[in-house]
């Protein structure tokens, strides 16, 4: 008679994990070794605190995406007015920058507050989940998540831009550069935060230096008088129209908005530290403000002494967009002697990595907002689980798949891209400073007014500069894409997120009910064990050898006859070996309907008082390939059976193709 177990009392500790006995000693997959070899050795869990960030490295990690924008914003401005108003484009640069600097101001001051009281990352989702609710939180998430997908393929594809204006033999092969760009910055990143920011961290700064030397430079040429005006009408260059008279010099206000939504795509990218605190070393929120500031300041300086030496050459953009206007800027400042080359060159080498690194973003921060989502049960579960290097692996692969998809549809063209781009950043931006005001105006913090005035000032102008976004690049005059695509996308993808998100509840719902009461639940009286027996051989010796491990009440060997003369053959050589201790059972199956068959035997044995486990043997191959050449009965006949109640199935599994095989004795 069977005692059951004392309940243990509800104070004593749960469980905690066995580590496994060092004697152990396994053989790793070939898979695993692989991605040794590749990886590095993979981090424990308790090594995460030792990946955090230092604010240097942090800044090259978070930045890129922001501090890139410099390379094409100025030249979004540009490429919208000169066609319209020609010269007099070059007298609405610099209000449309200062603009834009002013709205970024507000984003940085807006997004200080996000750090502080959100520190455990996030951004945008977790801050409307907080205060709007979990289904606006979900229109920030995709709106956000699909942005960063658009940055990393704006990124390399502008990357390449810069790369073919230097070399334009390389041209012809500007979509395979560009997904070779992702692949490698998807690669650094499966490799750890802390590698990628090594990796990373040189050639921000690099570019940076390269930018600070062009506008030193190009300012004291200007002081001094040595710096040409450039003409706007060169073979190749978009055509210019003619100026007027008025404060917006003859251009309509649709013309200047679209300008100005264009040139929003230089303040995108504010929002990435936001949502990465926790890679921050501690104080990690005080490191974070501090980065976003530096970040915010670097950006802000560089675009408008862009913009500033734009506006007094006349430097205006090609139609094809290359050589793009910070090369020909570059040329010009350096000028054509021995020094200048080797300066120019390091300007469009800088250029090309930090474009290409401002995927780096969002590669540090599209993975951990899809483990928000997946976390909430609106995403794949998948994308929770921290892989070999303590990174969102699944995440990453995610986001490189999607974007490469995205660079080879528009051949890595960064003006079918860029309407794309920045409206669904900019959704987010208005959530999440909607949702900080929210925030104030419920705790009443210390300082909340002030707070409640920043971020209500940073909501008006994101709503701003997204409404203009959506109106100006629906539809793109000649293009094919336009805001319209993520408009329509977003709430397509929300309402997908929400049917996996009632399918992952229903599945919870269903699994944790009466589940104490079915743990306890008394035993039944009879256990009975089929092997399916399809032929004498290894694998199905090896299964009844493990079901006689079982002890059951009744132990027999069942063989659905599809085949008369085979199940013939089977019984004689059953006959002949002497298996006493092993019943064979042969179903007449004349219409060849395996899976009945062994469902009508198991239902036969099922009486409410009988628990039936049918044991299948399963042969595994060591090859791919292998597999095809054998079918899956077994797995439909699992499926099926499974579905009665109290049966039960259990593959034995027997590897073929190995060395050393274990004895089994039948």
């Not at 990946?51 to 800044?59: D, Y």
């Not at 929002?271 to 890679?279: F, H, L, M, Q, Y």
């Not at 408008?304 to 734009?310: E, K, M, Q, T």
């Not at 921060?365 to 070999?388: C, E, I, V, W, Y």
Request: proline share 5%; with cysteine; aromatic share 8%.
């Amino acid at each position: 008679m069977q005692t059951a177990t004392p309940r243990q009392p509800e104070s004593v500790a749960p469980p905690k994990p066995i580590p496994l006995a060092p004697s152990i000693d396994l053989p790793e997959r070939r898979r695993y070794r692989l991605k040794n070899a590749l990886l590095g050795q993979p981090l424990h869990t308790d090594q995460l605190v030792h990946e955090r960030l230092g604010k240097p490295t942090a800044l090259a990690v978070f930045a890129s995406d922001n501090l890139s924008s410099v390379a094409y914003g100025t030249e979004e401005i540009i490429t919208h007015l000169v066609p319209y108003i020609g010269l007099a484009a070059f007298a609405m640069v610099m209000p449309i920058t200062i603009a834009l600097l002013v709205v970024l101001g507000f984003l940085i001051l807006s997004y200080r507050q996000t750090i502080k009281a959100y520190p455990s990352a996030g951004g945008a989702y977790i801050v409307t989940r907080d205060n709007f609710g979990l289904l606006p939180a979900q229109v920030a998430g995709v709106a956000l998540l699909t942005d960063y997908v658009l940055t990393v393929a704006v990124s390399v594809a502008a990357g390449t831009a810069a790369l073919t204006s230097a070399a334009s033999a390389l041209t012809p092969y500007a979509v395979l550069i560009a997904v070779a760009f992702i692949v490698i910055i998807a690669f650094g990143n499966l490799r750890g935060v802390k590698e990628s920011g090594r990796i990373f961290a040189v050639p921000t700064y690099f570019f940076i230096a390269t930018m600070v030397a062009l506008l030193v430079v190009g300012f004291s040429r200007m002081f001094f008088g040595h710096l040409p005006v450039q003409s706007i009408h060169k073979p190749g260059m978009i055509p210019a129209g003619h100026g007027g008279n008025g404060f917006l010099m003859g251009a309509t206000l649709f013309v200047v908005l679209r300008a100005f939504a264009s040139g929003g795509a230089a303040v995108t990218g504010v929002e990435a530290i936001s949502n990465g605190v926790p890679a921050f070393r501690r104080p990690e929120w005080k490191n974070a403000r501090s980065t976003l500031v530096v970040m915010g300041s670097t950006l802000g300086a560089m675009f408008f002494g862009l913009s500033w030496l734009d506006a007094h050459l006349h430097v205006n953009a090609y139609a094809k967009g290359t050589p793009t206007v910070i090369s020909q800027i570059g040329k010009v400042v350096f000028g054509s002697g021995p020094l200048g080359h080797v300066l120019y060159f390091a300007l469009q080498a800088g250029t090309t990595l930090i474009l290409v690194l401002a995927a780096n973003t969002s590669f540090a921060d599209f993975p951990r907002l899809a483990s928000f989502h997946a976390g909430d049960n609106f995403m794949p579960k998948q994308l929770t689980k921290r892989g070999h290097r303590l990174v969102f692996s699944n995440g990453i692969l995610a986001l490189s798949a999607a974007s490469i998809f995205l660079v080879v549809i528009t051949q890595a063209k960064v003006d079918r891209l860029i309407p794309l781009y920045a409206i669904g950043v900019f959704t987010s931006f208005t959530l999440s400073q909607a949702g900080m005001a929210r925030h104030h105006i419920k705790e009443k913090e210390e300082g909340w007014r002030r707070g409640l005035f920043i971020n209500a000032t940073g909501a008006v102008l994101s709503l701003v500069v997204d409404v203009i976004i959506a109106i100006t690049k629906f539809k793109p005059a000649g293009a094919i894409l336009g805001a319209w695509v993520i408009i329509v996308l977003v709430p397509i993808m929300v309402y997908a997120l929400t049917r996996l998100n009632k399918q992952y509840e229903a599945e919870a719902a269903e699994l944790e009910g009466d589940a104490k009461a079915a743990a306890e639940a008394p035993i039944l009286r009879r256990h009975v064990v089929l092997v399916l027996v399809d032929g004498l051989d290894r694998s199905t010796a090896r299964a009844m050898q493990y079901a006689r491990t079982l002890t059951p009440d009744d132990l027999r060997a069942v063989h659905v006859a599809y085949d008369a003369d085979h199940a013939e053959k089977l019984a004689e050589e059953w006959r002949r070996l002497g298996l006493a201790r092993f019943p064979l059972e042969l179903v007449d199956c004349p219409d060849r309907r395996i899976t009945r068959g062994v469902l009508e035997v198991v239902a036969e044995a099922l009486d409410g008082q009988t628990e039936v486990t049918v044991l299948i043997p399963r042969r595994e191959y060591r090859r791919f390939w292998h597999r095809l050449l054998h079918d899956r009965t077994a797995d439909s006949i699992a499926s099926a059976v499974s579905q009665l109640p109290h049966a039960n199935v259990t593959f034995v599994p027997y590897h073929l193709g190995t060395e050393h095989q274990p004895e089994v004795h039948a």
